[in-house]
C-alpha cells in the first residue's frame, strides 16, 4: 500500500519568517509551531505564527497543500480572496474570504477542508467525480470551548469509515496554558457525524493520522526548547480519546521546524517537514517509534528545497519517502 501524504507551501519564502512564541510547556520553554495562525482575539498569544501559516496574513500571498483523490493529484490552495479546491485545469470555491487559513484531507471520494472564518470553525466538502472537482457542501463544526478560547490549528485524518477532523484553540486571557484539542467526525461524504469530543493530548499538533488496526490515532507533536525544536509522536484511544503513553522524541532537534506532515504505510510512518536555515529545506524521518529523551539512532534526510509556488507530496517507497511535486 503507498500512502500519499499532503503538504502545505508558501508562494513565497522571505527569509526565516520564524517567530517562537509564548510557552505552553514550562516557564522557560519555547515551542516553534506549524499550521497555527493569529485571528484578531487571540492578542494575549503573541503571535503564533510560522512560514506555512503567515503567508495568509500577507494580502496577496497564498499557500496551498497536495491531496491524493485516488490517483488524482489535487491542490488545495488558500489565496487572498478564496480558497480553491483544483484537478487539472478545473476548480472548485471551498470558501470565500479574505486571508483564511486552512487544513485538508483526502478520501477517495474527494476533499474535506477545514478553515477559520468569521462564524467560527468551518468545513467543506468538494466532490472529484470523474476527476472533476464538484461543488463545496458546507457545514459549521460545534465548538466546545468558551469566549476565553481561540482556535489556533487544525489536522484532518481520514478513516476507513471518513474523516476525523482535530483542533486545537488557546486560551486568549492566560497564552501559558496548554492547548484543548477537539475533534469531530464526518462520513465519507464529508457530512457530519456525532457530537464534538475533546481529546486529552494537548502539546502545539503538526498532523494526525489514523491507524484502522489498532483504532487508535497517531498524533505528530511539536516540542520546544531554548535550544530549538523536535518533533514528538504520541498515540491517542480512537474511542476513549485519551493518550495512550507519554509523547516520545521523533526527530533530532533543530533550530526550527515548521509545516510537518504525516506519510502512512501501513504500520510505518514518516514525516515530512521544513527545517534548515531558512526553515525552506524538506527533511524526512521514520517517526513510528521513538523514545523520551533519546534521539532517534537515525539522521533525517534532506530532499531538497521547497521552491516558490510549488507543493509536494510524499509517496513511500520501500524504506523511503518519494516526493511529488506540482505548481499551485
Do not use: K
Request: glycine letters at 10%.
Amino acid at each position: 500500500m503507498i500512502s500519499p501524504t499532503r503538504s502545505r507551501s508558501l508562494a513565497s519564502i522571505a527569509g526565516t519568517s520564524l517567530f517562537t512564541g509564548t510557552s505552553l510547556f514550562s516557564g522557560t520553554s519555547l515551542f516553534t509551531g506549524t499550521r497555527l495562525f493569529t485571528v484578531a482575539s487571540l492578542y494575549a498569544v503573541a503571535s503564533l505564527c510560522t512560514v506555512a501559516s503567515s503567508a495568509a496574513a500577507q494580502p496577496g500571498a497564498a499557500f496551498g497543500e497536495l491531496e491524493f483523490v485516488r490517483d488524482q493529484a489535487v491542490r488545495v490552495v488558500a489565496g487572498a480572496r478564496s480558497i480553491e479546491v483544483r484537478a487539472g485545469t478545473r476548480s472548485s470555491t471551498a470558501f470565500q474570504g479574505r486571508d483564511l487559513q486552512m487544513w485538508s484531507g483526502a478520501n477517495e471520494h474527494g476533499v474535506l477542508v477545514a478553515a477559520m472564518t468569521r462564524s467560527g470553525i468551518e468545513a467543506a466538502f468538494v466532490p472529484i467525480v470523474d476527476r472533476v472537482p464538484g461543488q463545496a457542501r458546507r457545514s459549521t463544526i460545534a465548538r466546545l470551548a468558551g469566549d476565553d478560547w481561540a482556535p489556533v490549528g487544525a489536522a484532518i485524518a481520514a478513516r476507513p469509515d471518513g474523516f476525523a477532523a482535530f483542533w486545537q484553540e488557546a486560551n486568549v486571557r492566560a497564552p501559558g496554558q496548554l492547548y484543548r484539542t477537539f475533534i469531530a467526525r464526518f462520513d465519507p461524504q464529508g457530512r457530519p457525524i456525532g457530537e464534538t469530543g475533546e481529546v486529552r493530548a494537548r502539546w502545539p499538533m503538526a498532523d494526525v493520522a489514523y491507524e484502522p488496526g489498532t483504532n487508535r490515532y497517531y498524533m505528530l507533536l511539536y516540542f520546544g526548547s531554548p535550544q530549538g525544536t523536535r518533533l514528538c509522536g504520541v498515540h491517542v484511544h480512537g474511542e476513549t480519546l485519551t493518550s495512550i503513553e507519554h509523547p516520545f522524541w521523533v526527530s533530532h532537534q533543530a533550530r526550527s521546524i515548521e509545516d510537518a506532515r504525516l506519510v502512512r504505510d501501513g504500520a510505518r510512518l514518516f514525516a515530512v517537514y521544513l527545517a534548515g536555515e531558512h526553515i525552506n529545506q524538506i527533511f524526512e524521518a521514520n517517526v513510528t517509534q521513538g523514545q523520551w529523551g533519546q534521539d532517534p539512532p537515525v539522521a533525517p534526510v534532506q530532499h531538497g528545497v521547497l521552491r516558490p509556488g510549488q507543493v509536494y507530496a510524499g509517496l513511500v517507497r520501500g524504506d523511503a519517502v518519494e516526493l511529488l511535486w506540482a505548481p499551485f
